[in-house]
Nanobody, 124 residues
Framework: QVQLVESGGGTVQAGGSLRLSCAASERTFNSYNMGWFRQAPGKEREFVAR????????NYGVSVKGRFTISNDNAKNTVYLQMNSLKPEDTAVYYC?????????????????WGQGTQVIVSS
């Protein structure tokens, strides 16, 4: 059982930046593909970014590509999401997730473990 704990959320003005962190409980962290999703009130959970277990491959949702960067530090069992040029529409609860699958990387159903989420609010 992998436990994931997100941190780094908060309130920021439009155009600002935040860095989210997701700490994993397991030393086998580097065997999982890690993803970030977000969910705004009344909306479905949306794929944000994913990094392969090797750290060599990344993928991004269309709405964040070019603004957000996912990275990992296997020595710290931690994955990060650097968010720049934030917009009010980025306001959501952000979730970290772990998957053993290399398929359907943008689908929440492909992920086995989830964190509790961290709130991000971008004010205009």
């Amino acid at each position: 059982q992998v436990q994931l704990v997100e941190s780094g959320g908060g309130t920021v003005q439009a155009g600002g930046s935040l860095r989210l962190s997701c700490a994993a409980s397991e030393r086998t962290f580097n065997s999982y593909n890690m993803g970030w999703f977000r969910q705004a009130p009344g909306k479905e959970r949306e794929f944000v970014a994913r990094i392969a277990s090797s750290g060599g491959s990344t993928n991004y949702g269309v709405s964040v590509k070019g603004r957000f960067t996912i990275s990992n530090d296997n020595a710290k069992n931690t994955v990060y999401l650097q968010m720049n040029s934030l917009k009010p529409e980025d306001t959501a609860v952000y979730y970290c997730a772990a998957s053993t699958s290399r398929l359907r990387i943008a689908s929440p159903g492909a992920y086995d473990y989830w964190g509790q989420g961290t709130q991000v609010i971008v004010s205009s």
